[in-house]
């Protein structure tokens, strides 16, 4: 009988969460080996409003960052006074890096696990130890950790009470 609450609890469970709140099979972390996050996802209250729009991924300087999927490199340049990168991964998908210093350019096409950069001389972070990946979906910015990590909550079981003397 438990096993088969059990079986119906874990069905209905997966049911509820939507698929994107987990690890997808087809992203790669874009540093490895898997790297501690130094700082993570922010989501603003409002789009105008200040948070962190994306994670910093421990990689000191000369670091090489790695194409997390497949896509079509969209943007290479400076923005306000660091390199950036972008890869369109297509369905609405793009990833964007900083501070890098990119060794591909606009239109190559990369694949997934490709060195596509390498972390700038002076890194992100106060420590200057670190690589921003920001990811948006469809214009917005979304934690890039759900396409390579799992991040459902925990869920403990009570443990079934076995007959005994």
Request: aromatic residues 6%; hydrophobic residues 40%; charged residues 20%.
């Amino acid at each position: 009988m438990y096993c088969a609450v059990l079986a119906a609890v874990l069905t209905l469970s997966s049911l509820l969460v939507h698929p994107a709140a987990w690890a997808s099979p087809d992203w790669a972390w874009p540093v490895s080996p898997r790297p501690a996050v130094s700082r993570h996802f922010e989501a603003p209250a409002q789009k105008w409003l200040p948070g962190h729009r994306g994670v910093d991924l421990h990689a000191p300087p000369g670091t090489p960052v790695r194409a997390p999927q497949d896509g079509v490199v969209s943007f290479v340049g400076v923005v306000v006074d660091r390199e950036v990168l972008t890869v369109d991964h297509g369905d609405g998908h793009k990833s964007s890096f900083e501070p890098v210093s990119a060794t591909v350019r606009v239109g190559d096409r990369v694949s997934r696990g490709q060195v596509i950069a390498r972390v700038a001389s002076r890194g992100h972070g106060p420590g200057g130890d670190a690589v921003h990946w920001g990811v948006r979906e469809n214009g917005e910015y979304v934690n890039p950790l759900r396409f390579v990590a799992d991040l459902r909550p925990s869920v403990l079981l009570p443990v079934p009470e076995h007959g005994g003397s």
